[in-house]
């Protein structure tokens, strides 16, 4: 099972609300599953990814189904949730980023 990193900077302003915030990212369902689940709850695939979101962890919080990327909980919804509110002055400088080669940009 391979992990993916994602980044969220200061969402929780967005939305005002982290319950709105995770539905937003792709959380359907309020189940914690401690290891990977067996198939999707949403669409019965069986291959997962994990997701780490830097900023509020320092270790993945979700597996994610690579057929349809519906996130489910590692932990509880309501731990996760008090993840955001702790969000303080995130930010990112473009100049770290990398540019993409032609082949990774959509046409």
């Keep these: 099972m391979e992990n993916r990193v994602a980044t969220i900077f200061e969402l929780n302003q967005v939305f005002n609300n ?45 597996y994610e189904c690579v057929a349809c990327g519906t996130l489910h909980l590692k932990y509880r919804r309501g731990w996760v949730e008090k993840q955001f509110t702790k969000i303080k002055g995130l930010w990112t400088n473009p100049n770290d980023w990398e540019e993409p080669n032609e082949d990774s940009l959509l046409n």
């Design 18 to 62: 982290p319950g709105l915030v995770l539905d937003a990212l792709g959380v359907v369902e309020d189940t914690v599953f401690r290891n990977c689940p067996k198939e999707c709850t949403h669409c019965e695939c069986k291959k997962f990814e994990t997701l780490e979101l830097v900023g509020l962890s320092n270790k993945p919080l979700f």
